[in-house]
């Protein structure tokens, strides 16, 4: 199993500002990834958060937006960039582990309110 | 593409009746499937997994089923509490490594 730390938990920021959400593993996996979850809707894979290289975007999903880091292989951060009220959601990241990495795990998820 | 269909939306259901979830999905090449609890404004509890050639998985009062074949699977909650109260979800995990969420049922039991 895993054990994901995500914070902030909960935040309010003004439109055009930016946030940056950190994600801690208690032990090191490859395959990390960042999911927004926009009100009673399901969830909406972002990116594939890669070690060392640059991170793979879904469409309609770009890096100016949505710049994210994976410095190693048990921390990336998620920054949501010149915020605007649709980009209120819940963020959550998530990660494949296990012996074929066949079972997800997510974090606690930010709930983002942009005013 | 693999759509996933979570029905009913919604459920209330008085306390200890047993719910039954239904997750149908598209695509039967999948390499498994998870459900998945969310409480309000939180992330996701992993329930249950079901590899593609497992027919079910059970953990305490939790019951998964797949019909792979069919494309469908099945969480049984027996005698429901008011701490079942939640949205769940299903992942389908597919052969071509993409991973697809239904939109989930929310449930309520009522004390």
């Known amino acids: 199993s895993a054990v994901i730390s995500q914070k902030p938990s909960r935040d309010i920021c003004q439109r055009g500002t930016s946030l940056t959400i950190q994600c801690q593993v208690d032990s090191q996996v490859t395959m990390m990834f960042w999911y927004r979850q926009q009100p009673g809707q399901s969830l909406t894979l972002i990116a594939t958060?890669?070690?060392?290289?640059?991170?793979?975007?879904e469409s309609g999903f770009v890096i100016d937006k949505f710049p994210i880091s994976r410095p190693n292989l048990t921390f990336s951060t998620l920054t949501v960039s010149n915020m605007s009220p649709e980009d209120s959601s819940i963020y959550l990241c998530s990660v494949m582990t296990g012996p074929k990495n066949e079972k997800l795990f997510f974090g606690s998820g930010t709930q983002l309110s942009v005013l | 593409k693999q759509e996933v269909t979570q029905i009913p939306a919604a459920l209330s259901v008085p306390e200890g009746e047993n719910l039954v979830l239904n997750c149908s999905f598209t695509d039967s090449a999948i390499y498994n499937l998870q459900w998945f609890r969310q409480d309000p404004g939180k992330g996701l509890t992993s329930l249950l997994l079901i590899q593609s050639s497992q027919r079910e998985q059970t953990s305490g009062r939790l019951n998964a089923s797949l019909d792979k074949s069919s494309g469908r699977s099945t969480l049984y909650i027996a005698a429901s509490q008011p701490g079942d109260s939640a949205t769940y979800l299903c992942a389908v995990f597919s052969n071509d490594y993409k991973l697809s969420f239904g939109a989930g049922t929310t449930v309520t039991v009522r004390a």
């Open positions: 958060a890669n070690q060392g290289s640059e991170a793979t975007y």
